[in-house]
């Protein structure tokens, strides 16, 4: 039998809900001020709590707190006439779960109060551990992440550039940078640049650098990404959205290992390392003869495929953990356990945005978890889309930023990752792109 204990010294209010809930088969004590519901919380233990705010005494809210010391396990639904914006923030942040306005609603409570028993119910089941700290470096143990570890390992030493391909999210950038961090180049710099952000001509300057009066606009010498990269790594992002004046350009320095900045005279040596990534199709580039193939096969050296989420989703076990240690420590949160239910939906969700979308929606849970164990019910907006694919049914609860960015994510997937063939589809700009994958399933 669940227990309820209700604190309001409105006795009429009391009373009305204490037959409602016994009728319901939960055991039912009743407090007219904080004191006296706390020593009845004492003995009572009970599962839940609904608690006045304006009382004779100690209000509500001040006696969250002395609730908390003594039922710890207890969960807080506050029941006030009082609408203003300061008393709810107050009482979600002394410890509330859920705030709820006079006259009541009794539905309302019905649906809190079922809330907070599956609460308690996901914190009796299994949980997964979260670790107290994270590095920065890559987990996964799935087959398909050991052989990019190995081949991380066998070419960090050389100087063989490295083509990481991979959809959108999957981790291209974060093992450019395993490599440049095993390698002899540590400690220097590594220095990445996206293709795909500039106009060709900022670009060029960006990647070579100018000499002042160059250009329009160009009041001062600037270094280019590859004279900073100088002895270290050289990233190139989105590779395949080069333009075939860069391209030529781009060949000429790996071939030669030299440039001249814009508007320069003299040649500056570069021995920066080339790693470039891409989420394009490749082969279809080269038959439509918009890349060069003589550049593909001198930043190709060795490939790296990162495959997308959904095909290696054992790697969740071990990514759900370290991302959500990440996301504490971004937040100043310490969110330490997972239950099991939440773990399942999950591992069950396909990831159409990959990483980078398991990370957003992690973080968006631990800013949200009213407590230190992330239970199921903040994983939701999951459980329509488990049948592998996002549905397109209208959704009710859903704010606009959110379907766009799922929409956006499924028209990524349908055209394999290629963001350039994503903009026409959806008819926006490459950097509106670039802002909705950013701002990811924020609220
Ligand atoms: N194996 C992994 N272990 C831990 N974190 C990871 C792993 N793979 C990706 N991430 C994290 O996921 C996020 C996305 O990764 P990253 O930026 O490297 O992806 P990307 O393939 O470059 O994405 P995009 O195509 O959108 O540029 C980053 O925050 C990264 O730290
Ligand atoms: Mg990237």
Known sequence: MSKLLIVDDDAGISRTLQLHYQSQEFEVSTANCVDAGVEIAHTFQPDVIVLDIRMEGKSGIEGIVDFKAVSPQSRIIMITAYHDMDSTISAMQEGADEYIHKPIDIDELDQAIEKALQYHASTHQDVVAIPDSFGRSMVGSSHAMKEIYKTIGRIALTNASVMITGESGTGKEMVARAIHNAGRREG?????????????NLLESEMFGHKKGAFTGAIADQQGKFELACQGTLFLDEVGELSPQIQAKLLRVLQEKEFTPLGGKRSIKTS?????????????????????????????????????????QEDLEALIPALLARANKELGTHVSKVAMDAM????????????????????????????????????????????????????????????????????????????????????????????????????
């Open 272 to 312: 920066a390392r080339i790693i470039s990534a891409t989420n394009i199709e490749f082969e279809q580039a080269l038959e439509d003869k918009t890349f060069r193939e003589d550049l593909f096969y001198r930043l190709q050296v060795v490939k790296i495929h990162i495959p997308p989420l959904r095909e290696r």
């Open 188 to 200: 220097s710099p590594f220095v990445a640049i996206n293709c795909a952000a500039l106009v060709e």
């Open 344 to 443: 399942e939906l999950l591992c069950a969700y396909p990831w159409p945005g990959n990483v980078r979308e398991l990370e957003n929606t992690l973080t968006k849970a631990v800013a949200l978890c009213p407590g230190d164990i992330l239970t199921s019910d903040l994983f939701d907006d999951l459980r329509v889309d488990r049948n592998d694919s996002i549905s397109l049914e209208p959704q009710t609860d859903l704010s606009l930023q959110d379907m766009e960015y799922r929409h956006v994510l499924q028209i990524l997937e349908s055209v394999g990752g290629h963001k350039g063939k994503a903009c026409e589809v959806l008819k926006i700009s490459r950097p509106r792109l670039q802002r909705i994958l950013e701002s990811g399933v924020a609220h």
